[in-house]
């Protein structure tokens, strides 16, 4: 990468970092109150506020920090901020926690009357659930029955990893503290719980070789990736448009699709994560939508790529409901169309054809971009560029006419151009034989059942 996208990147760094240190001082300015509010209505001592909750909590909507994006993107109320900010706090500000120790003499290294756990490898006041309930509710049971939703597998804390109780404590997730302080996330390790890898590519855009009318459709997509956020935040059409941008990308094998994703991440900083179908597919009922939404909820508020090679296994055609099999089967791909419609990053589906998606999924792509095989103009760059420098052409090899004669795919000339290479590595010598490039011709023709 060269120097100057190395500055820029880190400048953009620079001032996230710098907005999500505006922000939570902010946050921390309305916390340091809270605490104070409480302690005071708790001795019966004057106050400003007859309850904690009637302290407003910062206005974060003209904000573009990640810690505000996530605090608008799930709409969190007060006593969603307050857990968030408070198990924020160990990490960044510490002593604003230690009034816990001052107030409770009898501390007695795991439990106070207000809750918390004292560590031994790690300094200061370590909030638990009891501390949040004391700050949030004090003697409110009803308040106190409403924190049970916070830790419960289905709220939004638990679905996208941003914070859990322990016997630790209330526990912020490395992949948010991360995300609150340097402006980066964590890459997931791809497991049964995230089945999907991360991708990317040494290539750029002038290695890609595309007919002009897909190129043009892909930069659509690298214009939303660029300046969706702006549309929706900074021009209000949030309300009006949905999140996110959804596209299918069709066409033979071996002509770009998953390079075009893996570009698409590069050139606008996206991560880009192939999901493994391997890990998502499940004949047991229920058990593929658990294993996407693992994916999704990972990756929602993460401007990621999402990319889905050989879509049909998931995004195929509902069939006629004959069966209970066939009505689970049309509930997943029911299940799937309401997550990818309501995902904020990119999906791309890649299939071979078009009419094996399901028509519901295609009617609310943003874009359906076709993929054609080469045509022989475009063969003949990816015959050119193909060949390493250090090698040279047999006199007798003429790459015109092979590039009219036979019609390939990239990825298929790419094969060829590996092994006719390979052929002359093992021989101990650079030139590239014409006989070599034939018989890998007649091997990418065998495999895609054509006469050779």
């Given at each position: 990468m060269a120097a100057s996208a190395l500055d820029g990147r880190a400048a953009a760094g620079g001032m996230v970092m710098l907005h999500n240190a505006r922000d939570l001082e902010t946050e921390l300015a309305w916390f340091a109150q809270v605490i104070d509010t409480r302690f005071k209505l708790y001795f019966g001592q004057e106050s400003a506020y007859e309850a904690v909750t009637d302290i407003e909590p910062p206005d974060l909507s003209d904000s573009d920090s990640p810690y505000a994006r996530l605090v608008r993107h799930y709409d969190l109320s007060f006593i969603e901020r307050l857990a968030l900010v408070l198990s924020l706090a160990p990490h960044i500000r510490p002593q604003m926690l230690d009034i816990f120790f001052t107030k409770n003499a009898t501390f007695d290294r795991r439990f106070s009357e207000f809750g918390g756990v004292f560590h031994t490898t790690r300094s200061g006041f370590i909030p638990t659930r009891e501390t949040l309930a004391f700050l949030a509710a004090g003697n409110d049971l009803q308040i106190r029955f409403e924190l049970r939703a916070l830790f419960t597998g289905d709220h939004v804390?638990?679905?996208h990893n941003i914070l859990h109780d322990s016997e630790d404590g209330l526990q912020i997730s490395e992949d948010m503290l991360n995300l609150f302080t340097t402006g980066q996330q964590t890459a997931p390790t791809f497991s049964a719980d995230f089945p999907a890898q991360h991708i990317e590519t040494a290539l750029s855009w002038d290695d890609l070789v595309l007919h002009p009318g897909t190129r043009r459709q892909i930069e659509d997509i690298e214009t939303w990736l660029q300046h969706g956020n702006t549309l929706l935040h900074d021009w209000g059409m949030a309300?009006?448009?949905?999140?996110?941008?959804?596209?299918?990308?069709?066409?033979?094998?071996g002509t770009g699709k998953t390079i075009t994703a893996c570009l698409l991440g590069k050139s606008t900083d996206h991560a880009v994560y192939?999901?493994?179908l391997?890990?998502?597919v499940s004949k047991y009922i229920g058990e593929t939508e658990k294993n996407l939404a693992k994916v999704f909820d990972q990756a929602e508020h993460k401007g990621w790529i999402l990319f889905f090679d050989e879509a049909d296994a998931l995004?195929?055609?509902?069939?006629?409901?004959?069966?209970?099999?066939?009505?689970?089967?049309?509930?997943e791909v029911a299940f799937l169309l309401q997550r990818v419609e309501t995902f904020d990053g990119v999906a791309i589906l890649a299939s071979n054809r078009r009419e094996n998606i399901d028509e519901a999924f295609a009617r609310r792509f943003e874009s359906?971009?076709?993929f054609p095989m080469p045509r022989p103009e475009e063969r003949l760059r990816l015959w050119r560029e193909g060949f390493s420098p250090q090698t040279q052409l047999e006199p007798g090899l003429n790459l015109e006419n092979i590039a009219e004669e036979y019609t390939l795919a990239g990825g298929a000339i790419m094969n060829v151009i590996r092994y006719a290479s390979m052929q002359a590595l093992q021989c101990?010598?650079?030139?590239?034989?014409?006989?070599?490039?034939?018989?890998?011709?007649?091997?990418?023709?065998?495999?895609?059942?054509?006469a050779t």
């Open positions: 804390f638990a679905r309300a009006k448009l949905r999140p996110g941008y959804r596209s299918l990308f069709y066409g033979p094998p192939k999901i493994d391997s890990l998502v995004f195929g055609k509902r069939s006629e409901t004959k069966d209970a099999h066939d009505r689970y089967a049309n509930q359906i971009i076709y101990s010598r650079t030139l590239i034989a014409a006989d070599d490039v034939l018989q890998g011709i007649r091997r990418e023709l065998a495999k895609e059942g054509k």
